[in-house]
């Protein structure tokens, strides 16, 4: 795991009701039973990810403070997080229709 940023990358993760505990290998897991799940659906078109960065630890005008990104606000990447989601990025356009 990348040291120093489980769970949840040091962020207040505050703005929205949603799971807090979640580790980057967590977040991949449930990352790639999304696009499973998109792909396995008749009426989703495709996928797309929310953020590329994470938010800053004050969180944004509007109060998000997430760890929503591939990669950490000074852009070092989730290793436990961005290999398990580029592999099944990779596999994406091969999954059943």
Request: some cysteine; overall charge negative; proline content about 7%.
């Amino acid at each position: 795991m990348d040291a120093g940023t489980e769970p949840n990358a040091g962020l207040p993760n505050a703005s929205l009701p949603q799971r807090t505990d979640f580790f980057q290998v967590e977040r991949a897991a449930a990352y790639d039973e999304y696009v499973q799940n998109c792909f396995g659906a008749p009426h989703v078109m495709g996928h797309h990810g929310f953020e590329c960065v994470d938010e800053r630890v004050g969180g944004r005008g509007d109060g998000e403070d997430k760890n929503f990104g591939i990669v950490k606000v000074g852009e070092a990447p989730y290793g436990d997080f961005v290999d398990p989601v580029r592999l099944t990025n990779l596999q994406a356009p091969y999954l059943e229709q």
